[in-house]
Nanobody
């Protein structure tokens, strides 16, 4: 079993930055991938980025590339998401997720989820 806990969300003004963090505990694994998703009220869960834990290779949704940066720290078992130039439309609950094997753009392929952290961007 893997436990994931997100932190770092909050209220920020448009144009600002946030750094979200996801701490993994329990049965951690080297042959895995972790990802960030977000879900705004009334909308579907949306893929942001994912990273292969062992080699650090990352993939991004086309619409997310540029303002979002995913990273991981193997020693600390944490994964971060840096968000720059925040916009009101970035307001959502942000989730981290983990799966065995390679990265995936689909939330349905992830086995473990955190509880989410709220990001609210004011205009």
């Amino acid at each position: 079993q893997v436990q994931l806990v997100e932190s770092g969300g909050g209220l920020v003004q448009a144009g600002g930055s946030l750094r979200l963090s996801c701490a993994a505990s329990g049965r951690t694994f080297s042959s895995s991938a972790m990802g960030w998703f977000r879900q705004a009220p009334g909308k579907e869960r949306e893929f942001i980025a994912a990273i292969r834990w062992s080699i650090g290779s990352a993939v991004y949704a086309d619409s997310m590339e540029g303002r979002f940066t995913i990273s991981r720290d193997n020693a600390k078992n944490t994964m971060d998401l840096q968000i720059d130039s925040l916009r009101p439309e970035d307001t959502a609950v942000y989730y981290c997720a983990a799966k065995y094997g390679s990265t995936s753009y689909s939330w349905a392929n992830y086995d473990y989820w955190g509880q989410g952290t709220q990001v609210t961007v004011s205009s």
